[in-house]
């Protein structure tokens, strides 16, 4: 996309222009093939060769916050099986599991995938934002996951079950989606 320093980054009008500019076109379809790629094998790489060590590193974490920091009697079980991890509360009647949608790999997989296939900007600034982006994802799930098992414990599960699957990924995605703007913006033409 043909963007300009002073205007608006992501204007209505500029986006209809290069829609109908070949060039803009072309750019756009290189990026979508390159964001593809390269988010198939982050995503495969991570949930085949890495899952066990990102959901036990979840788990543990979370357990460890919610137990040794936050006080609550917890125990922490790392099922290899079903490669989940379990958290089990003794106020509560029923285990929390820890699944792969709890991970983020398909967040970090996104957002990863967009900033290395951003065109425009050095290979240096892409990395770079390819590095930062992993804290982000990493504090912010075990944000939501010790924060979803603090509403199963204090107030009930189908609240936590609401919160879960709505707001928190719709703030996930606005966490994604805000971070990609805000590097990109920050990043372009530099």
């Excluded at 296939?117 to 944000?143: D, E, H, M, T």
Aim: aromatic fraction near 20%; hydrophobic fraction near 55%.
């Amino acid at each position: 996309m043909t963007l300009k320093k002073n205007k608006n980054l992501f204007s209505l009008k500029q986006i209809k222009k290069d829609l109908k500019n070949k060039k803009e076109l072309k750019k756009s379809f290189i990026f979508l093939i390159y964001f593809l790629i390269i988010f198939i094998v982050v995503y495969l790489f991570l949930n085949n060769v890495l899952y066990n060590y990102i959901n036990y590193f979840y788990g543990f974490i979370s357990n460890f916050i919610i137990s040794n920091i936050l006080g609550i009697n917890t125990s922490f079980i790392f099922d290899n099986i079903n490669i989940i991890s379990v958290i089990l509360i003794n106020s509560l009647n029923y285990p929390v599991f820890i699944t792969s949608l709890c991970t983020g790999v398909l967040e970090f997989s996104l957002i990863s995938s967009a900033i290395l296939a951003s065109k425009g900007i050095s290979l240096k600034n892409r990395i770079n934002g390819f590095l930062l982006c992993i804290p982000l994802v990493i504090i912010f799930n075990i944000f939501r996951i010790v924060c979803t098992i603090l509403i199963i414990i204090y107030f009930s599960l189908p609240l936590a079950e609401f919160l879960h699957s709505f707001l928190f990924r719709l703030f996930l995605i606005i966490i994604v989606i805000g971070f990609y703007y805000f590097w990109f913006k920050f990043n372009y033409n530099k």
